[in-house]
């Protein structure tokens, strides 16, 4: 479902910016912007960085781009 919203000139100025720098739509841009500001909301305590790079590792999983982790020593 879309919907229209009214955003700040100045804000939209700089999702534009960011939107071109990482080659995505400036909606598409505003909606990373929301994802990412809900997650770290919801978990004051984990970084940035780790939450850009939990995301990064859950799209490489769905993309098939991982390999199964086979042990190859036996534990003790």
């Known amino acids: 479902m879309a919907t229209s919203v009214r955003l700040d000139d100045s804000f939209v100025t700089h999702a534009r910016v960011y939107a ?13 912007w929301a994802k990412i500001g809900k ?14 790079e939990s995301l990064l590792s859950i ?3 769905n993309q098939g781009l991982t ?3 086979v042990r190859r020593t036996n534990r003790d």
């Open 20 to 32: 071109e720098a990482e080659s995505r739509s400036l909606p598409k841009q505003i909606e990373y």
């Open 39 to 52: 997650i770290m909301i919801d978990n004051p305590d984990l970084s940035y960085e780790f939450v850009h």
């Open 59 to 61: 799209e490489e999983v």
């Open 67 to 69: 390999k199964l982790y």
